[in-house]
């Protein structure tokens, strides 16, 4: 498994939260081939493309505009495709969580579409 370290904080509001850099959420959307940022934001409840592409965009800092909620969201697509978020021991939460994921990513389930109704 390849390991990256996820930076913490971005702002006052977000000290207490584990958080990704931009590029993290770049490598991670590639590896999980998540082909586009529109993609990644549908997966991730909803997210324009461009909340993804503002995100992406923050390099090597995290998104300050993103709430946790939303890094929440990201996140939680990356995991379903397999990344592992981690603390190492000792080590406090302002040093930054670490992620690993394994060479190839599992398959995402497809987009559902939205429920449409109807008409009878």
Do not use: C
Not at 21 to 48: C, D, F, M, P, Y
């Amino acid at each position: 498994m390849e390991d990256a370290s996820i930076a913490a904080g971005g702002g006052p509001e977000h000290s207490r939260h584990a958080m990704l850099t931009g590029n993290q959420i770049r490598h991670l959307r590639v590896w999980a081939g998540i082909k586009t940022q529109a993609e990644l934001g549908k997966r991730a409840g909803g997210l324009s493309r461009a909340t993804i592409a503002r995100a992406e965009d923050a390099g090597d800092n995290t998104p300050g505009h993103l709430s946790v909620d939303s890094m929440l969201a990201i996140a939680g697509v990356f995991i379903q495709a397999g990344a592992v978020f981690s603390l190492p021991p000792g080590e406090p939460l302002t040093a930054g969580l670490h992620v690993q994921f394994p060479p190839k990513a599992k398959p995402l389930p497809p987009i559902e579409a939205p429920a449409t109704k109807d008409k009878e």
